[in-house]
């Protein structure tokens, strides 16, 4: 891509959070020509949900500014391509940066990656963005390393990724800049089981769904493990087409009726 690309931005932590300022920031290092649409409020988990059958609210912020009061990540997409940007629509869409990893099976979860999952079936490169946090110590998020790296993993991506058959899910190790390991193309972490699960609250019969617990074992190749024990940017290309044609080949003619 050799012209500027005119670039969408959204997100799942909402049109305020400090996130898609830093995003901001990393597309105007990139182009001028950049709009957000973007949750009015926290989307977070909301995965690719759409909101069927009810009426939302597209309030223009700022110019090229807009938040979708009510709206998930993948909503506000579709109202860039087919109403905000119908006649000139975005060649790139970042979608974060997200307050906190997206690692593993928690992509299915995530409305930073359904945004640029969204994206990509509209026809554009697509990049969700994640910086990670510790959680373990709850310090306070340290946006360093997606400002540092963010424009460069982008422009590698323009530069070097083919097709719109896929989208591509990058992470932002917790370190000091300088401990950057480096970049890594990785897969997804698929875990033993589920990392979803009960998790108790303080008030009497009512409980939260939460990741208590990583699950493992983990392996050293994927996502997981290089971004937390490597101090690695990840990059996980992801396939728009979810059906396992080898599967389906080996099934053919096999599953029979009567």
């Known amino acids: 891509m050799t012209k500027k690309p005119r670039i969408l931005i959204t997100n799942d932590d909402g049109v305020d959070a400090p996130g898609l300022q830093v995003m901001r920031e990393i597309a105007a290092a990139i182009s001028d020509d950049v709009w957000v649409v973007a949750p009015a409020g926290n989307q977070s988990g909301a995965s690719h949900r759409f909101t069927f059958g009810i009426e939302l609210e597209l309030d ?8 979708v009061v009510g709206g998930s990540p993948a909503d506000c997409v579709v109202a860039a391509f087919t109403h905000v940007c119908k006649d000139h629509r975005p060649d790139l869409v970042l979608s974060g940066v997200n307050n906190g990893q997206n690692l593993g099976d928690i992509i299915n979860c995530s409305g930073t990656a359904a945004g640029a999952r969204e994206g990509a079936l509209h026809g554009a ?8 946090a510790d959680y373990e110590t709850r ?5 360093d390393n997606a400002r540092r790296y963010g424009a460069e993993v982008v422009r590698s991506l323009l ?3 083919t097709g719109r058959d896929h989208y591509y899910n990058v992470n932002f190790p917790f370190c000091a800049p300088e401990d950057v390991s480096g970049i890594r193309v990785a897969g ?12 108790p609250s303080d008030n009497a019969g009512r409980f939260f769904i939460a990741i208590p617990e990583t699950p493992t074992p983990l392996d050293p190749e994927m996502d997981f493990h290089l971004l937390h024990h490597s101090n690695a940017v990840t990059v996980t290309p992801l396939r728009l087409q979810q059906s396992d044609m080898d599967v389906v080949a ?8 009567g």
Do not use: C, V
């Open 60 to 67: 223009e912020r700022d110019p090229r500014t807009f938040a």
């Open 125 to 132: 490169l697509a990049i969700g963005m994640s910086q990670a």
């Open 139 to 143: 310090r306070e998020i340290n946006w």
């Open 159 to 161: 530069a070097h990724a």
């Open 188 to 199: 997804a972490q698929r875990f033993s089981r589920s990392p979803m699960a009960y998790y």
């Open 250 to 257: 080996s099934l053919e003619g096999k599953l029979i009726l």
